[in-house]
Nanobody, 119 residues
């Protein structure tokens, strides 16, 4: 059974940093593209960042230069380091996994972790 478990969310102030984690089990982790999405209250879920099997990354324009995605295949874990947080970064953050970089649905999703940024 595939599981993605996010952790590390919390309440921080604007300008602070936070690192959230996504621990995976039940899949060949190193074979998967892992992405972070977020959903704020009343808004649709949006893409944040993704990382390929080899470590290539891409980011949404809204977080580029502030967020860094990384992975540790030995620990089956992907991280999202968030710097210079803004109130508009407040959302539930989800990680997701799929096999292909550019195509296909994300087959597996975590339950999410809440990140709240106060002004």
């Amino acid at each position: 059974q595939v599981q993605l478990v996010e952790s590390g969310g919390g309440l921080v102030q604007a300008g602070d940093s936070l690192k959230v984690s996504c621990a995976a089990s039940g899949l060949t982790f190193s074979s998967y593209v892992i992405a972070w999405f977020r959903q704020a209250p009343g808004k649709e879920r949006e893409f944040v960042a993704r990382i390929s099997r080899s470590g290539s990354t891409s980011y949404a324009d809204s977080v580029k230069g502030r967020f860094t995605i990384s992975r540790d295949n030995a620990k089956n874990t992907v991280y999202l380091r968030m710097n210079s947080l803004k109130p508009e970064d407040t959302a539930v953050y989800y990680c997701a996994a799929r096999l292909d970089w550019n195509t296909g649905n994300y087959n597996y999703w975590g339950q999410g972790t809440q990140v709240t940024v106060s002004s």
